[in-house]
């Protein structure tokens, strides 16, 4: 892989401050964890993102998406290829009538808030999932009996060839954190929802007590991805992992958390490897008691 030239078709469509080379990817996960991206691009608007990705397409570079990195564990090694961000640079909200488009890189807590002023309900689940509306579409987020497959229409996305196609709620085929876009390798650049009126107070009120209720069972204070794994039919991953007498359990860094099982935290010092190592030494513990089989909800790259 050829970086220079990379670099040299990139500019021909990118504003040259938005491309990084050689660029730490613990400075744009959660986590706080992961080695180095070839190239990290932020594209202003839908046309240089388009441009990347006909750039990694004609040049046969591996990229990948992110948002505000709040699902992701990049390997220590680092990615090989371009990360795109699609983050503050494309988050314009417009809002007419309970219909709300919005920008993917606009995130899910600003959203929420916009979306409360204008007395409209049905989006308080996100106010505190602290990813962006792309992110959020593409794992179908949720919380507290809400996710987005309630409140979606629609996903503008660009796809492989740099097209802009839009996808319904139904051709995204939204699942528990799933959609269709887990497959396509198509990135929202913006989402359609629809809330129904309702009080502003109540709105508040809701938004307010959904984000108590996170700060007293989640490990807040410690660098994470949240939820570690999928909950597996029929049972809590956070009580599998209790049971499988894993709380506080550490390799390195990264630890079990203490105050909720379904964490796993970076205590200062983890690196990817060590919360890799704990991750399928959760799975291996729990499969081994209880004969169930844990998946992560987080996603894995790099090398
Ligand atoms: C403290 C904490 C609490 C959390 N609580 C919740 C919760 O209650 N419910 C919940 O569902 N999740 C929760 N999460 C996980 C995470 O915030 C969500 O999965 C969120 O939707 C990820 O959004 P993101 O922008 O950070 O995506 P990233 O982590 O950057 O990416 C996640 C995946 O989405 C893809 N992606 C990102 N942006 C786009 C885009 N524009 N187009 C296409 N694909 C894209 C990436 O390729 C990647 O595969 C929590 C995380 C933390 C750290």
């Keep these: ?18 491309i990084y080379l050689d660029e730490k990817m613990s400075k744009h996960t959660t986590f706080k964890v992961g080695g180095n991206a070839d190239v990290f691009v932020c594209p202003n ?14 040049l046969d570079v591996p990229y990948f998406v992110i948002g505000n990195g709040s699902n992701i564990i990049v390997k220590d090694n680092g990615f090989r ?17 309970g219909t709300i488009v919005a920008g993917a890189g606009i995130m899910l807590s600003k959203l929420a808030k916009i979306i409360a002023e204008e007395s ?13 509306l792309g992110g959020a579409i593409y794992m179908n987020a949720g919380a ?11 996903a503008d996305v660009v796809d492989q060839q740099g097209n802009i196609i839009t996808l319904t709620r139904d051709e995204l085929k939204l699942g528990y954190r799933t959609s269709i876009l887990q497959q396509s390798n198509h990135i929202v650049v913006s989402g ?28 807040l204070n410690f660098p994470s991805a949240g939820s570690t794994f999928k909950r597996p039919e029929g049972y809590y991953a956070g009580k599998l992992i209790m049971d499988s007498g ?32 704990l991750i399928n030494y959760v799975k291996v513990n729990v499969e081994d008691k209880f004969g169930v089989e844990l998946q992560t909800e987080v996603k894995i790259i790099g090398e």
């Design 246 to 277: 894993l709380r506080g359990y550490k390799i390195g860094d990264a630890q079990v958390s203490e105050k909720h099982c379904g964490f796993i935290i970076n205590k200062g010092n983890a690196t990817a490897n060590d919360i890799i190592s």
């Design 45 to 58: 608007n839908i046309k240089e993102l388009s441009h990347v990705i006909k750039v990694c397409n004609i």
């Design 144 to 154: 507290y009996g809400g996710d987005m497959s309630q409140v979606l229409v629609s």
């Design 81 to 97: 290829g371009v990360i795109i961000q699609v983050y503050k640079n494309l988050s314009d909200v417009c809002i007419k009538d």
């Design 1 to 18: 892989m050829n970086i220079e030239n990379i670099i040299h078709e990139l500019n021909k469509g990118v504003d040259k401050k938005n």
């Design 192 to 219: 359609v929802l629809k809330c129904e009126r309702g009080n502003k107070d109540t709105i508040a009120c809701l938004i307010q007590n959904l984000n108590n209720k996170r700060k007293e069972k989640q490990p």
């Design 120 to 132: 409209l309900e049905g989006f308080e689940f996100a106010s505190g999932i602290p990813g962006t």
